[in-house]
Protein backbone atom coordinates (compact mmCIF):
# COMPACT_ATOMS: atom_id res chain seq x y z
CA UNK A 1 0.00 0.00 0.00
CA UNK A 2 1.55 2.91 -1.25
CA UNK A 3 4.81 1.73 -2.12
CA UNK A 4 4.32 2.49 -5.70
CA UNK A 5 3.93 6.59 -4.90
CA UNK A 6 6.38 6.42 -2.30
CA UNK A 7 8.55 5.22 -4.76
CA UNK A 8 7.77 7.61 -7.98
CA UNK A 9 8.37 10.68 -5.11
CA UNK A 10 11.35 9.33 -3.84
CA UNK A 11 12.83 9.25 -7.08
CA UNK A 12 11.95 12.97 -7.99
CA UNK A 13 11.81 14.16 -4.75
CA UNK A 14 15.65 16.77 -6.23
CA UNK A 15 12.27 17.98 -8.43
CA UNK A 16 9.84 18.86 -5.16
CA UNK A 17 6.98 16.72 -7.00
CA UNK A 18 3.29 17.05 -6.02
CA UNK A 19 1.50 13.53 -6.25
CA UNK A 20 -2.05 13.11 -6.28
CA UNK A 21 -2.57 9.47 -5.23
CA UNK A 22 -5.98 8.86 -6.41
CA UNK A 23 -7.79 6.03 -5.04
CA UNK A 24 -10.54 4.73 -3.21
CA UNK A 25 -8.78 2.67 -0.52
CA UNK A 26 -11.87 0.41 -1.03
CA UNK A 27 -10.16 -2.50 -2.45
CA UNK A 28 -10.76 -4.17 -5.76
CA UNK A 29 -12.93 -7.68 -4.85
CA UNK A 30 -11.31 -9.17 -7.96
CA UNK A 31 -8.13 -8.43 -7.06
CA UNK A 32 -5.82 -11.48 -4.85
CA UNK A 33 -3.75 -8.91 -3.31
CA UNK A 34 -6.46 -6.65 -2.02
CA UNK A 35 -8.46 -8.95 -0.96
CA UNK A 36 -5.38 -10.61 0.94
CA UNK A 37 -4.43 -6.84 2.67
CA UNK A 38 -8.05 -6.61 3.73
CA UNK A 39 -7.92 -9.65 5.63
CA UNK A 40 -4.97 -8.82 7.02
CA UNK A 41 -5.92 -5.85 8.09
CA UNK A 42 -6.54 -5.14 11.88
CA UNK A 43 -9.54 -4.42 13.70
CA UNK A 44 -10.58 -0.50 12.62
CA UNK A 45 -7.27 -0.40 10.14
CA UNK A 46 -8.35 0.77 6.64
CA UNK A 47 -6.39 0.24 3.45
CA UNK A 48 -6.02 3.91 3.53
CA UNK A 49 -4.61 4.30 7.35
CA UNK A 50 -1.63 1.46 6.08
CA UNK A 51 -1.27 3.79 3.11
CA UNK A 52 -0.78 6.64 5.14
CA UNK A 53 1.31 5.26 7.62
CA UNK A 54 3.37 4.22 4.79
CA UNK A 55 3.71 7.82 3.45
CA UNK A 56 4.57 9.05 6.90
CA UNK A 57 7.02 6.56 7.37
CA UNK A 58 9.19 7.20 4.34
CA UNK A 59 8.54 10.98 5.23
CA UNK A 60 6.89 11.73 1.73
CA UNK A 61 3.74 13.63 3.31
CA UNK A 62 4.67 16.75 2.36
CA UNK A 63 4.61 15.83 -1.64
CA UNK A 64 1.83 13.24 -1.48
CA UNK A 65 -2.15 14.02 -1.23
CA UNK A 66 -4.48 11.68 -1.46
CA UNK A 67 -7.61 11.81 -3.35
CA UNK A 68 -10.33 9.53 -2.05
CA UNK A 69 -12.56 9.65 -5.74
CA UNK A 70 -12.55 6.91 -8.48
CA UNK A 71 -10.43 7.90 -11.18
CA UNK A 72 -12.96 9.00 -13.12
CA UNK A 73 -14.32 11.72 -10.87
CA UNK A 74 -10.67 13.11 -9.56
CA UNK A 75 -9.79 13.61 -13.53
CA UNK A 76 -12.57 16.20 -12.96
CA UNK A 77 -10.21 18.12 -10.59
CA UNK A 78 -7.71 19.13 -12.82
CA UNK A 79 -7.54 21.58 -15.47
CA UNK A 80 -6.63 20.56 -19.37
CA UNK A 81 -2.84 19.88 -20.05
CA UNK A 82 -2.05 20.77 -16.23
CA UNK A 83 -0.46 17.43 -15.31
CA UNK A 84 3.29 16.29 -16.11
CA UNK A 85 3.05 12.63 -15.21
CA UNK A 86 0.37 10.15 -14.76
CA UNK A 87 0.83 6.59 -13.07
CA UNK A 88 -2.33 4.44 -13.31
CA UNK A 89 -2.46 1.35 -11.16
CA UNK A 90 -6.49 1.14 -10.87
CA UNK A 91 -8.74 -1.27 -12.15
CA UNK A 92 -7.38 -3.98 -14.69
CA UNK A 93 -10.15 -4.59 -17.10
CA UNK A 94 -9.84 -3.41 -20.54
CA UNK A 95 -13.07 -1.13 -20.18
CA UNK A 96 -11.66 0.42 -16.78
CA UNK A 97 -7.86 1.15 -18.17
CA UNK A 98 -9.02 2.44 -21.54
CA UNK A 99 -11.41 5.00 -19.47
CA UNK A 100 -8.79 5.78 -17.47
CA UNK A 101 -6.45 6.47 -20.00
CA UNK A 102 -9.47 8.37 -21.92
CA UNK A 103 -9.89 10.60 -19.14
CA UNK A 104 -6.24 11.65 -18.24
CA UNK A 105 -4.86 12.03 -21.69
CA UNK A 106 -6.41 15.92 -22.31
CA UNK A 107 -4.54 16.48 -18.78
CA UNK A 108 -1.51 15.99 -19.78
CA UNK A 109 0.89 18.83 -20.99
CA UNK A 110 2.79 18.34 -24.37
CA UNK A 111 5.99 15.78 -24.25
CA UNK A 112 4.65 14.14 -20.71
CA UNK A 113 4.19 10.84 -19.51
CA UNK A 114 1.24 8.30 -19.00
CA UNK A 115 2.78 5.62 -17.06
CA UNK A 116 0.82 2.81 -15.25
CA UNK A 117 1.71 -0.93 -13.65
CA UNK A 118 0.68 -4.28 -14.09
CA UNK A 119 1.38 -4.10 -17.41
CA UNK A 120 0.63 -7.60 -17.62
CA UNK A 121 -2.21 -8.61 -15.30
CA UNK A 122 -5.50 -8.56 -16.25
CA UNK A 123 -6.54 -6.75 -19.54
CA UNK A 124 -3.87 -3.73 -18.80
CA UNK A 125 -1.15 -4.51 -22.13
CA UNK A 126 -4.35 -4.76 -24.49
CA UNK A 127 -6.23 -1.28 -23.48
CA UNK A 128 -2.55 0.05 -23.32
CA UNK A 129 -1.38 -0.94 -26.54
CA UNK A 130 -4.51 -0.28 -28.41
CA UNK A 131 -5.12 3.05 -27.15
CA UNK A 132 -1.09 3.93 -28.10
CA UNK A 133 -2.01 2.48 -31.65
CA UNK A 134 -4.90 4.78 -31.86
CA UNK A 135 -3.25 8.32 -30.60
CA UNK A 136 0.09 7.28 -32.67
CA UNK A 137 2.16 6.53 -29.33
CA UNK A 138 4.66 4.25 -28.11
CA UNK A 139 4.60 1.59 -25.48
CA UNK A 140 7.55 1.36 -23.55
CA UNK A 141 7.32 -1.39 -20.59
CA UNK A 142 10.33 -1.60 -18.08
CA UNK A 143 10.58 -5.06 -16.50
CA UNK A 144 7.77 -7.52 -16.08
CA UNK A 145 4.78 -4.80 -14.89
CA UNK A 146 5.87 -1.45 -15.72
CA UNK A 147 4.67 0.13 -18.81
CA UNK A 148 4.57 3.77 -20.62
CA UNK A 149 3.46 5.67 -23.06
CA UNK A 150 5.55 8.05 -25.07
Same mark, same amino acid.
Given at each position: /? #? =??? %??? %????????????? $????? #? &??????????????????????????? %?????????????? =? =??? *???? /??? *???????????????????????? !????????? /??????????? %????? &?????????? &?? &??????? !?? $?
Amino acid at each position: /M #G =RST %VGL %VQACVALAPVVYA $VDTWE #G &TPNEPDHAKAIAQLAPGETLFNKFYDN %VQRAACEDYIFPVK =R =RSQ *QAAL /MFE *QRSLDFCFIDGDHSFEAVTHDLNA !FLPLMRPNR /MLAGHDYYWGE %VHLAV &TKFAKQHNFQ &TK &TVGDSWW !FI $V
